[in-house]
């Protein structure tokens, strides 16, 4: 029989999830920042593109197709 959770620990325990995926998004997002100013000089366009096209790749290879980017 599945337990039921007190309304307070269910939303800690989620709040904590999400703070702990924005802190990791935003560690990538600076980390990604000072790789583009390392190598690029701080232009946006080439990092872009590979950005784009390495997201396309991840989306595309576990299932080979791309119905993930319908729910956009």
């Known amino acids: 029989m599945k ?3 007190k309304p307070i620990g269910y939303f800690t ?3 904590s999830i ?3 995926l924005v802190l990791i998004w935003r560690g990538i997002w600076y980390v990604l920042d000072a790789v583009d100013i ?3 000089g ?3 366009f080439w990092t872009a ?3 784009i096209l ?3 790749a991840v989306l595309y290879i576990p299932d080979k197709d ?3 980017i319908e729910k956009l």
Request: charged letters at 10%; a positive charge.
């Open 3 to 5: 337990q039921i959770q």
């Open 13 to 15: 325990r989620n709040l």
């Open 18 to 20: 999400v703070l702990g």
């Open 38 to 40: 390392w190598l690029f």
């Open 42 to 44: 701080g232009h946006h």
């Open 49 to 51: 593109i590979l950005g």
């Open 54 to 56: 390495v997201g396309v």
């Open 66 to 68: 791309l119905r993930e």
